[in-house]
């Protein structure tokens, strides 16, 4: 048997360009879903620029031990099963390959990991739509995807891009996420959109599809996220916690809608 197939639900968190805060969105997502008793992995699918030992709070140098010369057990932080190339090399060195080295050490850490009997793995892709794109959608039974994007124009045509990708290779898009919507003022309390408003929503209506998250831009997500301890996990402010909890919430409600309409038997009448 696949060690994929003790895997409930796989969840791409992707974005058509870098920094709208993809990695952190994704590792706020999965740590929100296993404070919601869900057993839960992480992937990190950049190997160029893996992020994931930093966000998480692995020590740099920390490994996964190998079974029987060839699986790698996951690392285990925040309660969630863990696995990167950032675990396999050093963190300076350059990932100088060409694509089909790049996917396939994306499979092996992908297809050579033991998981455990995972409700979601969440998988925490690169900027783009290139080949680990293609490759995860061709060869495994993708849940959905989620998009993340910022509000303001050049982010929102690259998220379209990636919706396009994920549309012509039959993932459905589970819904937009939002980043940076909105900046509260901690002195006073204005609220001000500093990257534009409304951008999430154009593009999930044009794709008719839902923004299942609004999350805001606040100095505390990036010391938790620096510091190796997700905003959600450290617990460091309740409004931003419920905002990462409202989109665990809605990605698994969005799960079960398809896997409910994917098993929707389709009646067809013909003539004879």
Request: hydrophobic share 45%.
């Amino acid at each position: 048997m696949s060690r994929l197939e003790k895997i409930k639900r796989i969840v791409c968190v992707a974005s058509g360009k870098g920094g709208v805060g993809k990695s952190t969105t994704a590792a706020n997502l999965a740590i929100a879903l296993k404070l919601q008793g869900f057993t839960v992995g992480l992937l990190d699918a950049d190997i160029y620029g893996p992020s994931l030992p930093l966000v998480m709070g692995i020590p740099a140098g920390t490994r996964p031990q190998i079974k029987d010369q060839r699986v790698m057990l996951p690392l285990v932080a925040h309660g969630v099963e863990c696995n990167s190339m950032g675990f396999l090399v050093d963190a300076k060195t350059a990932m100088v390959w060409r694509a089909p080295m790049v996917v396939s050490a994306f499979n092996q850490i992908l297809n050579d990991t033991e998981w455990s009997e995972l409700d979601y793995l969440i998988i925490d892709m690169p900027p783009g739509t290139g080949d680990i794109q293609l490759s995860l959608a061709q060869n495994v039974a993708v849940s959905g995807a989620v998009i993340v994007t910022t509000p303001q124009d050049i982010a929102l045509s690259d998220a379209r891009k990636g919706i396009e990708m994920f549309t012509k290779v039959n993932v459905p898009i589970l819904g937009v996420v939002e980043n940076m919507s909105v900046h509260v003022c901690s002195e006073c309390g204005h609220a001000e959109a500093i990257f534009g408003s409304g951008g999430g929503d154009r593009l999930a209506q044009d794709y008719e599809v839902d923004v299942i998250g609004r999350l805001p831009l606040d100095i505390a997500i990036r010391e938790q996220t620096d510091q190796g301890t997700p905003v959600v996990a450290s617990d460091a402010n309740a409004a931003i916690v419920e905002a990462y909890t409202s989109l665990a919430q809605a990605v698994h409600a969005q799960t079960l809608a398809q896997a409910e309409q994917a098993e929707r038997p389709t009646l067809s009448v013909v003539d004879d």
